[in-house]
């Protein structure tokens, strides 16, 4: 008997940075990652503070042999998908509801250890944790 494999959808809107909305469509509902996932990849907008942020785990995620390239993208969403459902990565419950989970995110020459936030299916935020090139 071969492994369970989820099946999932990527769905992408658009190409285009501006782009609101990137889902990921499941069999039991979809997780909602919004702009966050272009975060981690360095491509952030706003304040100075959040822009350094947004740099700092672009270059986190090339210490470890992840580029801005749409595999890359596939893979965190996938990543990101598989952490939403799993029922064993709550690191905390906020008392705004709020779920905060842990993972482990390989690279092709090493790992990190990540931190997201969640609201209900929405993913608010991705933390970063290890080296950076």
């Not at 959040?50 to 801005?68: E, F, N």
């Not at 595999?71 to 705004?96: G, K, M, P, W």
């Amino acid at each position: 008997m071969q492994p369970h494999k989820p099946k999932f959808l990527l769905t992408f809107l658009s190409n285009d940075l501006t782009a609101n909305v990137l889902t990921i469509l499941t069999l039991t509902g979809t997780v909602k990652l919004g702009r966050k996932i272009l975060y981690p990849l360095g491509k952030a907008t706003g304040d100075r503070a959040t822009i350094d942020r947004s740099q700092a785990m672009r270059r986190q995620l090339g210490a470890i042999g992840l580029a801005d390239t749409s595999d890359t993208r596939a893979y965190l969403s996938a990543h990101l998908y598989c952490v939403f459902h799993d029922r064993t990565n709550i690191a905390e419950i906020q008392v705004n509801g709020r779920i905060i989970k842990e993972s482990l995110l390989m690279g092709p020459i090493g790992a990190l250890k990540m931190k997201t936030v969640w609201d209900s299916n929405k993913l608010i935020t991705i933390i970063l944790f290890g080296k950076e090139s």
